[in-house]
């Protein structure tokens, strides 16, 4: 079963099970009397949309590229991640207003043994069904299921405090149904809060995992002809889609048809072990003796400038000597560069210098 049937299978059963979930606490909310046990069903509902939502998303992101869209709908996910934030939000902040007045006029809940029984049962098949979509989520890498999931997990734990309540209830007729409203309440909004920020830092776009770099990096550098591998960029076109680009380091003696094998096949790696589309440039490496005194007072001068992260991609062609600097965030990379290269010019008057910036893009 491929990805997207898989995601609709696991958000049919979230959907069903709320359902029921809905049908039995609004009953119990109902009969009790209990604005706690009425809150809980309103989420229960609130989390079943959004498993209609993702359904939605998926079946969208999943349509093939096309002229308007060469890289696919896949990023569709993301904001379907947000939709389901923005409904959270929305039922914490409608459950606050009720629980707030709930406060304010307080009423006494009647508990009885089936209702509570319904509530207890509610929690372990809430807290079930979290467990499952949340794993399903992280191994089909659908961030509407992590949320999911995860929300319903945590609605389990706000179905138990109900039942404490009603503990409290029955043994001390307190009532305690407003104020524990407002917790759930608040509990929900920061919640939807912290799965919007997630999801707006996908679509903005966020750093490359550190172990995929990584990765991917000692990958590329797998082949013999490869003396070091820099400037990996990639882009999230959906959960299954990356696409980016490498820079490698071989012999300047290398010729044009190895050079394109090479790339060729670190190519075709790429995307076997990874599935990643990768396009592969070229920093020559000089093979003769040429470049080591700069290069190695160029090493000497960096622990002066902590801001630079990284120089690689050196060339010495004569008098010219080029390189790429990798600048930390934060700094005046224009400044930077134009300070250290007026250094090294200093020590090497005859020679001229081209420095390139790069951005800190990966490890």
């Given amino acids: 079963m491929d990805r997207s049937k898989s995601i609709v299978r696991v958000s049919v059963i979230g959907i069903l099970a709320n359902l029921v979930l809905v049908a039995f606490k609004a009953v119990v909310g109902l009969v009790t009397g209990s604005i706690a046990v009425l809150l809980d069903a309103v989420n229960n509902l609130s989390d079943a949309l959004s498993s209609v939502i993702t359904i939605v ?34 039922a914490g902040f409608t459950s606050f207003q009720e629980s707030l007045e709930k406060v ?12 509570l029984l319904i509530i207890a049962a509610a929690v372990a098949v809430k807290f079930l069904l979290g467990r499952y979509v949340k794993a399903q989520g992280v191994k089909l890498n659908s961030e509407s299921l992590v949320a999911s999931g995860t929300d319903a997990s945590f609605d389990s734990l706000i179905s138990l405090s109900t039942l404490v309540a009603a503990g409290i209830s029955l043994l001390f007729h307190w009532s305690v149904e407003g104020y ?39 990958a590329v550098c797998s082949f013999p002809e490869v003396h070091g591998a820099y400037d990996l960029v990639l882009h999230s076109y959906g959960p299954e889609k990356l696409i980016g680009s490498v820079h490698v380091e071989v012999d300047d003696t290398m010729t044009a048809r190895g050079i394109h094998a090479l790339t060729r096949k670190i190519s075709q790696k790429a995307y076997n072990e990874f599935g990643i589309i990768l396009t592969v440039g070229i920093y020559a490496s000089n093979t003769d003796d040429s470049g ?11 622990p002066r400038y902590p801001a630079i992260r990284q120089i690689h991609g050196y060339y010495e062609d004569g008098d010219s000597v ?9 700094v005046d990379a224009m400044q930077l560069r134009r300070e250290f290269t007026e250094e090294l010019t ?11 910036i790069d951005t800190d893009f990966s490890d």
């Fill in 292 to 302: 080591h005194g700069i290069r190695s007072a160029i090493q000497k001068l960096l």
């Fill in 322 to 330: 080029s390189f790429d600097m990798v600048v930390d965030f934060g």
């Fill in 57 to 90: 998303a998926t079946k969208l992101a999943g349509r093939a590229p096309d002229k308007k869209h060469p890289y696919g709908y896949g990023r569709i996910e993301h904001i379907s991640s947000v939709l389901i934030a923005i409904i959270v939000l929305l």
């Fill in 104 to 115: 304010l006029h307080p009423e006494e809940a009647s508990y009885t043994a089936v209702s």
């Fill in 180 to 218: 524990l409203g407002v917790v759930i309440s608040v509990v929900i909004l920061k919640a939807g809060i912290e799965m919007l920020m997630g999801s707006l830092t996908s679509i903005i776009g966020e750093r490359v995992d550190s172990e995929l770099s990584l990765r991917l990096k000692q």
């Fill in 346 to 356: 200093r020590q090497f008057p005859g020679h001229s210098f081209y420095v390139n």
